[in-house]
């Protein structure tokens, strides 16, 4: 336990940094928190009009999670993984905004990056093929994520401690997408696309 504790802390601190936020006041758009839906992560800075910004924020909030996990990989995937919920939970709550972050796709699509790139294939498979289907960025976010761990865990890339660890990470990110799954169920959540 006290070994998984510094990759954990570690990861956090680097995970809590509100890199949407920082871009977004550094390029003028002011402050991404009070426009759509309030959070710091790359789609709501998309909405501030600025793809750049968003395509930005996405690399750097991925970045988080590689970052963190591919410090402690010369230990085992296993504390790798552990870094890199730590920064999965930063971003979610970090403790500089009141712990009110993002919804976290891009940190775990970053994390899988340092541990998994079977991992990141899955994911990229299952989000296109469910956001050509589909046509909701969100439930193919939801979809990918919910196929990651037990597809790992069958294939027996990963031990069954690191393919659990990012299935807590599914329900977390399932979690903070509460909003888009209650509009998703209510037929009112947007389209890729959809203009307004």
């Known amino acids: 336990m006290e070994s998984g504790l510094i990759p ?8 809590s940094i509100p890199f949407g936020l920082l871009i ?3 390029a003028g758009a002011g402050d991404v928190r009070s426009i759509g839906s309030g959070n710091i992560g790359a789609t709501n800075v998309l909405r501030t009009g ?9 690399l750097a909030d991925a970045l988080k999670g590689t970052l963190a996990a591919w410090l402690f990989l010369a230990q085992g995937t296993d504390v790798a993984v552990l870094a890199g919920m730590g920064a999965f939970v930063g971003h979610l709550f970090p403790v500089w905004l009141k712990f009110k972050g993002g919804k976290g796709v891009a940190v775990y699509i970053g994390v899988l990056l340092a541990i998994s790139l079977t991992g990141v ?3 990229a498979l299952v989000w296109l093929s469910a956001a050509a289907l589909f046509r909701y960025s969100s439930l193919a ?3 990918a994520t919910a196929a990651v761990p037990p597809v790992l865990w069958m ?8 393919c659990g660890t ?6 977390l990110a399932w979690f903070m ?10 037929g009112s959540e947007g389209k890729i696309g959809q203009k307004g």
């Not at 954990?8 to 995970?15: A, D, E, P, R």
């Open 50 to 58: 600025r793809k750049g910004l968003a395509a930005l924020t996405l």
């Open 155 to 162: 294939l027996g890339n990963l031990s069954s401690f690191t």
């Open 177 to 186: 997408h509460r909003p888009n799954i209650r509009r998703l169920i209510s």
């Open 166 to 171: 990012l299935a807590l990470m599914t329900l």
């Open 8 to 15: 954990i802390l570690l990861g956090y601190l680097l995970g």
């Open 24 to 26: 977004t006041r550094a």
């Open 121 to 123: 294939g899955i994911f």
């Open 141 to 143: 976010a939801l979809l």
